[in-house]
């Protein structure tokens, strides 16, 4: 199982957002992933294997982590960035989502 | 440029089986797993399984019994198949390439089941 935490955040363009992803057992090999989706679209592959960002991925958006704790930061929140976030494990079949974190504008 | 475009009913009666399809275009068909994903109407998502095209599928425990995915190389399509479905089962379906992260998504098809 896949907690994230906050659920929701109101936040300002221009500030700094880490959202955390916690598992409930470790993750082998670091299978981890996070999306971007926005109302009404399909999630947004952001970042995999923990800390890679899928191409044309802005480098505002990193991912860190390792065994059960993982992030995702946004250092410079743009307008278009307001939306909510998953993260996702891979490694631990099946494959599994967190909750969801949403993060909107202030 | 790959491009997944998704196909089927939007309502369903109670224990009438889902059928949808997710139409691939641009890269590679064969070389790929091809995943569905659920999404409840205001919640998070769920895997439900995945195909290799000439290979093997992959199902969520939890619907192994109700669902087959397959995939039809000729045609380059990927098919979901949902037995006796309920109201639990309403939300936006999605298709997606990958095995572990999926990079291309359909864009997602709204199924209410209601009688």
């Known amino acids: 199982e896949l907690t994230q935490s906050p659920g929701t955040l109101s936040l300002s363009p221009g500030e700094r957002v880490t959202l955390s992803c916690r598992a409930s057992?470790?993750?082998?090999?670091?299978?981890v992933a996070w999306y971007q989706q926005k109302p009404g679209q399909a999630p947004r592959l952001l970042i995999y294997?923990?800390?890679k960002r899928d191409t044309g991925i802005p480098d505002r958006f990193s991912g860190s982590g390792s065994g059960t704790d993982f992030s995702l930061t946004i250092s410079r929140l743009e307008p278009e960035d307001f939306a909510v976030f998953y993260c996702?494990?891979?490694?631990?079949?099946?494959?599994?989502f967190g909750q969801g974190a949403k993060v909107e504008i202030k | 440029q790959v491009h997944l475009q998704q196909a089927g009913p939007g309502l369903l009666k109670p224990l009438e089986t889902l059928s949808l399809t997710c139409s691939v275009s641009?890269?590679?068909?064969?070389?790929?797993?091809w995943t569905w994903i659920r999404q409840p109407p205001g919640m998070g998502l769920q895997w439900m399984g995945n195909v290799l095209p000439g290979g093997t599928s992959k199902y969520n425990a939890s619907l192994t019994t109700r669902l087959t995915i397959s995939a039809d190389t000729s045609k380059r399509l990927i098919s979901l198949r949902l037995t006796g479905v309920t109201a639990a089962d309403t939300g936006v379906y999605f298709c997606?390439?990958?095995?572990?992260?999926?990079?291309?998504w359909g864009q997602g098809i709204l199924v209410t089941v209601s009688s």
């Open positions: 057992q470790s993750v082998t090999s670091g299978q």
């Open positions: 997606a390439r990958g095995n572990g992260w999926m990079d291309y």
């Open positions: 641009g890269g590679s068909f064969s070389g790929h797993y």
């Open positions: 996702q494990q891979y490694g631990i079949s099946p494959p599994t």
């Open positions: 294997d923990i800390f």
